[in-house]
């Protein structure tokens, strides 16, 4: 049997390891196929191809939207992309504007809070890559304003804390559009995140997204309960979604999460990627 994982993060958003690391960590662990799906961008996509092409592995290009939703969040990953699709570009260019407005104002706050921070500390402590709260964060942890991460999200960073503002994100619809428009293929991920209310929450909310064009939804990812699992089989089989499933990795050294493993129980045939190929040409 042959094993991938669909739901990779590397430095192009939050990840640790760069693209072409990933991909060559990927094939250490003996994987037949990964997708990387970083968050809101595919800024990474073109060094994981070149790289999987030149050891001869096999990278999906993929990308994983924040969408507008509520009370929980809404994760839109997308699937064997064309990169270099005009419409998919412009979308996530206007993302990374708002994102970039986004970052300022946080600052701003932060200031108007006591706290001495400048855009530029948090840029450095990116790396370079996409800048994001957990940036935020590690200042506040370096500058000793927290004592640890969690803190520094619970004190001034999460939603309805001080220091919050919230970014744009496109509604689901938009987001499935323009995955589809670059000729991907649309899942919902994590459904767990969603907050939906039982039953009868999630099979309105599917039955909508699939007249949308959702096309799979991640049934097997580490967060999700034995009893979580079994209930998006059913919801699979009921709208005749694809099933999917990755570990979300994000090369975080200490907390128990492993390409390909997951927790240690992950076991993702290749016939998922086969079944995401079939449904890209219905
Ligand atoms: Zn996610
Ligand atoms: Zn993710």
Redesign the pocket.
């Known amino acids: 049997m042959e094993y991938v994982d669909l739901?990779l993060h590397t430095t192009a958003s939050d990840g640790v390891r760069s693209p072409s690391n990933l991909v060559n960590y990927a094939k250490e662990k003996e994987l037949r196929a990964i997708a990387i799906t970083d968050?809101d961008t595919i800024e990474g996509l073109d060094e994981a191809m070149t790289e999987g092409s030149k050891i001869g592995f096999e990278v999906i290009p993929g990308i994983?939207i924040?969408a507008e939703y509520s009370p929980g969040?809404m994760?839109l990953l997308g699937y064997f992309l064309d990169i270099h699709h005009p419409l998919l570009n412009e979308r996530l260019a206007y993302l990374q504007k708002a994102r970039a407005e986004r970052n300022p104002k946080i600052v701003e706050k932060l200031n108007r809070l006591g706290i001495k921070v400048t855009y530029e500390d948090v840029i450095k402590a990116s790396g370079g890559g996409q800048v994001g709260r957990p940036h935020f964060a590690q200042v506040l942890l370096e500058r000793g304003y927290v004592r640890s991460m969690q803190e520094a999200f619970e004190r001034f960073l999460k939603k309805g804390a001080p220091a919050y503002h919230d970014k744009f994100r496109f509604k689901p619809e938009e987001a499935i559009h323009f995955i589809q428009g670059a000729n991907g293929i649309a899942v919902i991920?994590?459904p767990n995140?969603l907050g939906a209310n039982g039953m009868s929450e999630l099979n309105a909310l599917l039955s909508q997204l699939v007249k949308q064009g959702l096309k799979g939804i991640e049934v097997y990812y580490p967060e999700h309960s034995p009893s979580e699992v079994a209930t998006y089989k059913l919801l699979a089989e009921k709208y005749g979604l694809v099933m999917t499933g990755g570990t979300?990795y994000h090369g975080i050294d200490g907390n128990d999460l492993d390409i390909g493993v997951g927790r240690g129980d992950m076991k993702l045939p290749y016939s998922i990627v086969e079944a995401l190929k079939a449904a890209r040409h219905q």
């Open positions: 739901h968050h994983e924040s969040s994760h991920g994590h995140t979300d």
